[in-house]
């Protein structure tokens, strides 16, 4: 199964951009999904988590800006992010636990989500 992003771009700080996730091969509707995202010469860092049962969980860096959700007829999931500051710009990364339907705190561990996708860009300029 692969994950593919798409959304990421170019925004002046304080505008707005939604990612999109899909899957192919494979269904995550009831699974544990998040975003993550990874600046140079930085770790990877949760952004958003959703679980089976829609309940979410942000990294306090994002919170009340950004917000994730899934449209389960269409399995695809999202991350909707406003008010966008230059420290947002990062690579974002789509992952899903394939085994899990919660999530507990795995918005703190990459290494916990078995499935990827390659990620989209997103640079915010002052």
């Known amino acids: 199964a692969q994950l593919m992003e798409s959304g990421g771009g170019s925004v002046q700080a304080g505008g707005s951009l939604r990612l999109s996730c899909g899957s192919s091969g494979y269904t995550y509707i009831t699974r544990c999904m998040g975003w993550f995202r990874q600046a140079p010469g930085k770790e990877r860092e949760g952004v958003a988590t959703i679980d089976g049962d829609g309940n979410t969980r942000y990294a306090d860096s994002v919170k009340g800006r950004f917000t994730i959700s899934r449209d389960n007829p269409k399995t695809t999931l999202y991350l909707q992010m406003n008010s966008l500051k230059p420290e947002d710009t990062a690579m974002y990364y789509c992952?899903?636990?394939?085994?899990?339907?919660?999530?507990?705190?795995?918005?703190?561990?990459?290494?916990?989500?078995?499935?990827w996708g390659q990620g989209t860009q997103v640079t915010v300029s002052s």
């Open positions: 992952a899903a636990r394939p085994l899990f339907r919660y999530c507990h705190d795995s918005i703190l561990d990459p290494s916990s989500f078995g499935a």
